[in-house]
């Protein structure tokens, strides 16, 4: 009987040994959201997280359905996110992580140049060269 | 198709560079006297329908995004120097105001889109055109769209086997071409249809202005 009792108490010890733990928690992470230029997200793509000036990843997966990537940067500050799909799209960024106790609870600041003001800008600087080449080629009569 | 920066090794853009060096430097050769003060607002015009199409992303079936590229309406209207030289100034603008592309990936996606495409293009319609015309023109905006679309799945595809760790996985793109073949040319080939279209739109209304012969 104590043979099976020592068994029974080794093999609990074993089972727990390959055990995986988990805890679930609220904490500060950072949210990256990846998107195609039409607003589209960028669902389940590869991607790779690592420190700046390191080699290896410290996170890498797959965008979730809404194309976003969690993580938490601790005391890292400067980061580097690649992410790609099979038919060549992607990023590879260079960030620094915001303060997640700062930006705790606020909304997320786009500082980009309107996409409608850039396409008006290429038009232009199109059209313009196109005029000065007119010029110097017009000829003289 | 724009390739970003970051998914090419200098192997392969270093070597893109000064070949596209090359072919820039052949399309500008003599551009003086192909321009006109006609034919100058006719390719703004077209240069810049071509840079409004490649900013507008469609959404294709998996989940990805395309785009048409309007480069078999310049190649057919301006010829290949101009049509290559106009739609890498295209790409350049689109890497530089919105990151469509990167600058390191600039000569890849010129020589693919930009020379390959028109040539293609022009090659198509010269061979088609004696049988006929509309198809000739259809046929040769599907391949502009096509056949750089092989060359990009390549350029990237190849990137594993070009630079690659000690351990061998990938120090850039980390998917091979029979990855990215499909994944590239399966939505293109339905954008090239789209391209057809608008290119046969162009053309017609080229040929009833009396701007090509």
């Known amino acids: 009987m104590r043979v099976w009792m020592l068994l029974l108490a080794l093999g609990t010890t074993l089972a727990q040994a390959h055990e995986v733990h988990h805890r679930i928690e609220a904490s500060g992470a950072v949210l990256v959201t990846l998107s195609y230029a039409n607003g589209q997200p960028f669902a389940y793509e590869k991607y790779a997280l690592t420190p700046a000036g390191q080699e290896t990843p410290q996170q890498v997966g797959n965008t979730d359905a809404q194309g976003r990537i969690a993580f938490v940067p601790g005391s890292v500050e400067k ?7 099979a038919d060549g799209h992607g990023v590879n960024l260079d960030f620094s992580a915001p303060s997640t106790q700062a930006s ?28 000065l080449i007119q010029l110097l080629t017009r000829k003289r009569p | 198709m724009h390739i970003p920066d970051g998914f090419l090794s200098p192997q392969t853009y270093l070597p893109a560079a000064a070949i596209a060096f090359g072919a820039w430097a052949w399309a500008a050769r003599g551009l ?12 703004a015009m077209l240069t810049a329908l071509a840079y409004g199409l490649g900013l507008i992303m469609l959404p294709i079936p998996g989940g990805t995004s395309g785009h048409a590229l309007g480069v078999a309406m310049l190649a057919l209207l301006f010829g290949l120097r101009l049509a290559f030289l106009a739609y890498s100034g295209v790409l350049l603008l689109q890497a530089l105001l919105f ?59 190849l990137q594993p086997w070009i630079a690659a760790k000690p351990d061998g996985s990938p120090l850039f793109f980390p998917f091979g071409p029979e990855i990215t073949l499909p994944a590239i040319l399966v939505p293109h080939a339905f954008i090239g249809i789209g391209e057809a279209a608008l290119t046969l739109l162009v053309w017609r209304y080229a040929r009833m202005r009396k701007w090509v012969a």
């Open chain 2, 32 to 43: 003086r006297q192909s321009l006109d003060e006609t034919l100058v607002p006719r390719l």
């Open chain 2, 99 to 157: 990151g469509a592309g990167g600058l390191t990936a600039l000569p890849i996606n010129a020589l693919a889109m930009g020379l390959a495409g028109s040539a293609t293009a022009l090659v198509t319609f010269r061979l088609l055109k004696p049988l006929h015309e509309t198809t000739a023109v259809a046929v040769a905006a599907w391949l502009s769209v096509f056949v750089p679309g092989i060359l990009v799945a390549l350029a990237l595809g």
């Open chain 1, 104 to 131: 705790s609870g606020a909304a997320a600041t786009d500082l980009a140049t309107p996409r409608w003001l850039l396409t008006v800008l290429g038009l232009s600087l199109i059209f313009g060269i196109f005029g």
């Open chain 1, 79 to 85: 980061w580097r996110l690649q992410a790609t799909s």
